[in-house]
């Protein structure tokens, strides 16, 4: 019978850890695609250095009472001397435009964030790899006594390049999105706290062509 316990215990030890790995390696594969700077993302479980919330490196912007606008616009230009990632080496240069908003209010009754982006790549004397990329976020916090709730979600769409890790050889960058939503609630109970939470994610892939 106790052999039997120690078996069940090793079980379910076993599966917890299976599980927390899945839900790891998933969380780190989705804050790859986080904007830098995502507001309401930057102090969770799993956010990237790359991607954390640095408000103290973010631009002024314009303030209006509670309200603060920081638009950004930056722009790119190289060459890429094998876009196709393959044996046959093809080059082309790359120019990039990348505008983005973001816009937060900071209020005694908690706070609130939207960002938007976008990111365009346009290819010379290639122009079936010129894409374009968007991002949408929205996310808060709403104190509830000594508690916190957070809400967010965002919307991804973005392309999968054929040199991208375990990327298919497509003709073409492969279009794909992801929605996110997700809530937690901090709650503390004297020296101790408990911060449970959900999410849901959703990706979609666009259909494609091999040579």
């Given at each position: 019978?106790?052999?039997?316990?120690?078996?069940?215990?090793?079980?379910?030890?076993?599966?917890?850890?299976?599980?927390?790995a899945?839900?790891?390696?998933?969380?780190?594969?989705?804050?790859?695609?986080?904007p830098?700077?995502?507001?309401?993302?930057g102090?969770?479980?799993g956010?990237?250095?790359?991607?954390?919330?640095?408000?103290?490196?973010?631009p002024?912007?314009?303030?209006?009472?509670?309200?603060?606008?920081?638009?950004?616009?930056?722009?790119?230009?190289?060459?890429?001397?094998?876009?196709?990632?393959g044996?046959?080496?093809?080059?082309?240069?790359?120019?990039?435009?990348?505008?983005?908003?973001?816009?937060?209010?900071?209020?005694?009754?908690?706070?609130?964030?939207?960002?938007?982006?976008?990111?365009?790549?346009?290819?010379?004397?290639?122009?079936?790899?010129n894409?374009?990329?968007?991002?949408?976020?929205?996310?808060?916090?709403?104190?509830?006594?000594?508690?916190?709730?957070?809400?967010?979600?965002?919307?991804?769409?973005?392309?999968?390049?054929?040199?991208?890790?375990?990327?298919?050889?497509?003709?073409?960058?492969?279009?794909?999105?992801?929605?996110?939503?997700?809530?937690?609630?901090?709650?503390?109970?004297?020296?101790?706290?408990?911060?449970?939470?959900?999410?849901?994610?959703?990706?979609?892939?666009?259909?494609?062509?091999?040579?």
């Amino acid at each position: 019978m106790r052999n039997g316990r120690l078996w069940l215990n090793a079980l379910c030890l076993l599966g917890c850890t299976a599980l927390g790995a899945a839900r790891l390696a998933d969380a780190q594969l989705l804050t790859t695609l986080f904007p830098e700077g995502v507001p309401g993302y930057g102090t969770e479980q799993g956010v990237t250095v790359q991607s954390r919330a640095r408000p103290e490196f973010d631009p002024l912007g314009f303030r209006y009472g509670e309200v603060t606008v920081r638009p950004l616009l930056g722009e790119s230009v190289g060459y890429d001397d094998n876009i196709f990632g393959g044996p046959n080496r093809r080059g082309a240069w790359q120019i990039g435009t990348h505008p983005s908003v973001l816009t937060g209010i900071d209020g005694s009754g908690g706070n609130a964030a939207a960002f938007f982006s976008a990111d365009d790549y346009r290819y010379l004397g290639q122009p079936s790899q010129n894409r374009t990329d968007g991002a949408a976020f929205l996310g808060g916090t709403i104190p509830v006594g000594r508690d916190k709730l957070t809400l967010g979600g965002f919307w991804l769409d973005q392309h999968e390049d054929r040199t991208a890790l375990d990327a298919i050889p497509s003709d073409r960058p492969v279009a794909f999105t992801v929605f996110n939503v997700r809530a937690s609630y901090a709650a503390e109970f004297g020296r101790f706290a408990a911060t449970p939470s959900i999410e849901f994610n959703r990706w979609r892939f666009d259909n494609t062509t091999i040579l």
